[in-house]
Nanobody, 127 residues
Framework: VQLQASGGGLVQPGGSLRLSCAASGFTLDDYAIGWFRQAPGKEREGVSC????????YYADSVKGRFTISRDNAKNTVYLQMNSLEPEDTAVYYC?????????????????????WGQGTQVTVSS
């Protein structure tokens, strides 16, 4: 039973990456999913979350209009499409799953329900 985060890498400012969070050993249908990031010397922050139904999404102000979260329950995977990347987006990105029916906003900003964590994938934005 695990979450596998992938898709990170080195990209120039203005570039794009798509992160994937794939579940094995359990199905994501009953889970809200969040992407969180931690930069060196900073606290982990919620970047984007999606409710278990996919009906609600949440984005931190710093990524609104640039990042898009989506889920494909048939593939048991959640994606984070990151466009117009900036050096400030450099961090280790983690996905987490919580078995909750809460809204995406609540899951990202208030809830501490994290049943599973992915291992993290490094995103570096630099010229």
């Amino acid at each position: 039973v695990q979450l596998q985060a992938s898709g990170g890498g080195l990209v120039q400012p203005g570039g794009s990456l798509r992160l994937s969070c794939a579940a094995s050993g359990f199905t994501l249908d009953d889970y809200a999913i969040g992407w969180f990031r931690q930069a060196p010397g900073k606290e982990r922050e919620g970047v984007s979350c999606i409710s278990k139904s996919g009906g609600t999404t949440y984005y931190a102000d710093s990524v609104k209009g640039r990042f898009t979260i989506s889920r494909d329950n048939a593939k048991n995977t959640v994606y984070l499409q990151m466009n117009s990347l900036e050096p400030e987006d450099t961090a280790v990105y983690y996905c987490a799953a919580g078995r909750t029916g809460s809204s995406a906003s609540y899951y990202c900003t208030i809830s501490n329900r994290r049943d599973y964590w992915g291992q993290g994938t490094q995103v570096t934005v630099s010229s």
